[in-house]
Every structure is written in C-alpha cells, then in structure tokens.
C-alpha cells in the first residue's frame, strides 16, 4: 500500500480533499490481509502545520482512517506535505540534512535549526542506515544517481534534482517509509 498521496502537496490542498472528496485517501486494499473492502472510520488529528502564524494555522490537521471489513483492523494514508511517524515536515529535514551532508557538525545543524542535537542525529542515523536500501530503489528508477562515489555524494545529487518529500514518495512504492 502507498502510504503517501503524492498528488496532494499542500494543507490547503489536503483540506479541500478531506472535506470535498476523502476516497483519495482510501486504499485499494488492506494493507494487513489484502481484502479490497475498506470503509471510512473516522480520522485522528495530528499538528502538522508548523509554518503557520499565530493568527492562522491550519493544525489540528484530521487524517481520514479506514478500517477493513475483514481483518477489523485501520489504517490511514497521508498527503505528500506530512511526513510519516516525524514530528517535522521533509522541508525542514531535508535542510538538516542538506547541511549534515555538506559537512556541518551535529553541533552547528542543532544551532543553525534550533532543533535538539538528538532530533539531527535520529535524522542523520536513519538516513545512513537505510542508505543502501534506499540507494538500491532509487538507482534502478534514476540510474545517474549510480555514479556517485560514497553516500553523501549520492543524497546530495537526489536532493539536487528533488525535494526529499518527492524521493520518499518514490520510495513508498516499495519500501515502508520512515
């Protein structure tokens, strides 16, 4: 199951789908037992706006969940703007990254950011341990990202050609994505 609608790229967006048509975000099929027959149970809030102002916000953001006829069990899909299971949207982790693989010190990113130095380091971790599961999906859809010579030069050449939220989109294809 794609965990991520790659089509809708903005709150603004995701609220107008929520409310004038949610079966964007219905899957085909249950992701647990595989049955076809998913029906609409409700939605969980997340605060997912994090560039809003004061004045305006869009949080609490709902994310519609299904629930299979057959195994009982729910599951939801979320727009390409939220990132699953994090706290932050991909812009600010991909700047994070970005500058973790220039060079910068965990230190510098934590200072620069103003996030805690364990959120750039969880960050950084991930992105270094799936790096080879990751690199193999992504080379056999953009074979030019293949001539890079180590991992770093590897992202920064995928971060350069699209945003982090596009390369995790193409992941979720194939892989569970975080």
């Known amino acids: 199951m794609h965990r991520i609608v790659s089509t809708i790229t903005s709150l603004k967006q995701h609220f107008q789908a929520v409310e004038q048509n949610p079966d964007v975000y219905r899957p085909l099929k249950c992701p647990h037992c595989g049955l076809n027959v998913m029906w609409r ?106 001539r890079s010579v180590d991992a770093n030069a590897f992202w920064l050449k995928a971060m350069a050609e699209m945003s982090l939220w596009n390369v995790m989109a193409w992941l979720d294809r194939d892989l569970v994505i975080p």
């Open 41 to 146: 149970h409700g939605c969980y809030h997340r605060k997912a706006d994090r560039d809003g102002s004061a004045d305006f916000n869009y949080n609490p953001v709902p994310i519609c969940r299904y629930c299979c006829s057959g195994c009982r069990r729910t599951c939801s899909r979320l727009p390409l703007c939220i990132s699953p299971r994090r706290w932050y949207n991909w812009a600010v982790q991909q700047a994070v990254l970005l500058h973790l693989l220039c060079g910068w010190s965990l230190h510098q990113c934590s200072w620069w950011t103003g996030l805690d130095r364990r959120t750039v380091r969880r960050w950084r971790d991930w992105l270094h341990v799936r790096h080879d599961e990751f690199a193999f999906f992504l080379r056999s859809r953009f074979p030019e990202w293949g």
